[in-house]
């Protein structure tokens, strides 16, 4: 799913970026024979206004490949980015994985205390040397609700 929202969006870049190159291009093009009309009027004649048209569709030909050549590069490196941060992160899930089976088959006691000293983990080991049915009613406890009293 997250894959599928950074394609579109970057599809939805390369359109707008496709988009402003052809707007630029169409905007050169207006400067060009305002310019080309103003300042050379004996150019103004059908000749030279194709040849301005060619040139234009060239330019903006021109724009048009370098934004798609860009977006193209830019979606390997993306795609590359992704699909390697989706094998960090299935790594990540199975060490995560390792070491709760690890924890919780444990023969010892192990808990895990915020800084509150309130318990917020415990395996089931701890509950049984505690003589709790689930290690879940240990939770909310606190390390010294098992310290003896003087």
Do not use: C
């Not at 103003?38 to 206004?49: I, N, Q, T, V």
Request: glycine letters at 6%.
């Amino acid at each position: 799913m997250e894959i599928e929202t950074t394609n579109r969006t970057q599809t939805r870049k390369f359109i707008q970026g496709l988009i402003g190159a052809v707007l630029a291009a169409m905007l050169l093009l207006l400067v060009f024979v305002f310019a080309v009309v103003r300042f050379f009027p004996e150019l103004s004649s059908r000749d030279a206004l194709i040849t301005m048209y060619f040139v234009s569709l060239f330019l903006a030909g021109t724009s048009v490949f370098f934004v798609a050549y860009f977006h193209i590069s830019l979606s390997r490196k993306v795609g590359l980015a992704v699909a390697e941060q989706v094998k960090v992160e299935s790594a990540l899930l199975e060490s995560e994985e390792k070491y709760r089976t690890f924890i919780e088959e444990l023969p010892e006691g192990v808990f895990i205390v915020n800084a509150e000293g309130v318990i917020v983990y415990a395996n089931a080991a701890l509950g049984r040397i505690h003589g709790f049915a689930t290690s879940g009613e240990i939770l909310g406890k606190t390390f010294f609700d098992f310290i003896a009293p003087d």
